[in-house]
């Protein structure tokens, strides 16, 4: 099977700049699409951007031109540089991965990283 771990939250004051990680680890797969998906407190999961191999990225309207996605193909792993934050960005971070795994295509969910906006 694949794991998937999201690292680098923390606690930025609006206007900083965090970079966040999303590793994925096993055997016998390849992935097809990472994204990132945030969950403000009291809302649900909103899709924030996405990275499919061989295409461009994609972004929601409130991080475009902030938040660039990226991926090191080689180490299965990626990555949400988070640019000019603002107090809403505050939200748990997640990874959705979609990948396939001996030949079938499965999704993978990180356990999610906090970011938390200071005043």
């Known amino acids: 099977q694949v794991q998937v771990v999201e690292s680098g939250g923390g606690l930025v ?3 900083g700049s965090l970079r966040l990680s999303c ?3 096993g055997s016998d797969f390849s992935i097809s699409t990472m994204e ?8 649900q ?8 191999s ?8 409130s991080v475009k031109g902030r938040f660039t996605i990226s991926r090191d193909s080689a180490q299965n792993t990626g990555y949400l ?5 603002k107090y809403e960005d505050t939200a ?16 993978y969910w990180g356990q ?7 005043s």
């Open 81 to 85: 540089q988070m640019d000019s934050l």
């Open 112 to 118: 999610g990283t906090q970011l938390t906006g200071s």
């Open 45 to 52: 999961r909103e899709l924030v951007a996405s990275l499919t």
């Open 13 to 15: 004051q609006p206007g």
């Open 92 to 107: 748990v971070y997640y990874c959705r991965v979609v990948a396939k795994y001996r030949g079938r295509g499965y999704q």
């Open 23 to 25: 590793a994925a680890s």
């Open 54 to 61: 061989g295409g461009s990225p994609n972004y929601d309207d």
């Open 36 to 43: 990132w998906y945030r969950q403000p407190p009291g809302k």
